[in-house]
């Protein structure tokens, strides 16, 4: 990394900040929502969400959102069941702890109906992004079991991110599942 690289830079100023709301004493929808707006801001994705994992329903509900207001509506809330999630945290999609679903791969409307889908331009090249593309990272226990999924779209660059940016988005995420198992873990003791 070139101490003159601006975007290395603000990669490394998102992931010190996410470490340091980590470490904060907060709750868990605030800590979420903190964690969601680092990685907005320093990897360029202009939605992040996070679906966190119910028991009771098995199934992943969306419980934070930073985006836009159509993006917040949109996703807020939605409940998917772990059978929708399968196939797409399949490792046919699988790179470097992520799982990037390339648009055509599943087909959205019988998939996951009424899947916000963002507006954007599409590109020609074979690294741009698309709106029906989809990015996720899994948000997993020490013990391996699934506490959550991270999800981002809308990429400022418009291209598919690098492996270099995958590989700090994994990182994110990982203190984002271990905030997640530590407030849980706290909150079954009580």
Request: glycine share 8%; aromatic share 6%.
């Amino acid at each position: 990394m070139s101490p003159h690289d601006p975007e290395a830079l603000s990669r490394l100023r998102g992931f010190l900040e996410v470490t340091r709301v980590v470490r904060s004493e907060e709750e868990l929808g605030g800590l979420l929502a903190s964690i969601a707006k680092s990685i907005s801001e320093s990897l360029g994705f202009a939605t992040v969400a996070v679906h966190l994992h119910r028991p009771a329903w098995d199934d992943f509900e969306v419980t934070t959102v930073h985006g836009s207001p159509e993006a917040v509506e949109g996703l807020m809330g939605d409940a998917r069941r772990r059978e929708v999630w399968e196939p797409l945290l399949d490792e046919r999609f699988a790179r470097r702890g992520a799982y990037h679903v390339p648009h055509g791969a599943v087909d959205w409307e019988t998939h996951a109906p009424g899947s916000y889908v963002p507006s954007l331009e599409t590109g020609a090249g074979p690294d741009d992004w698309h709106p029906l593309d989809a990015l996720f990272v899994p948000l997993r226990h020490p013990d391996g079991h699934l506490v959550g999924i991270l999800s981002v779209d809308e990429p400022a660059s418009g291209r598919i991110p690098t492996d270099e940016e995958l590989d700090v988005l994994v990182a994110m995420a990982e203190h984002a599942a271990a905030a997640v198992e530590t407030l849980e873990d706290a909150s079954v003791r009580a």
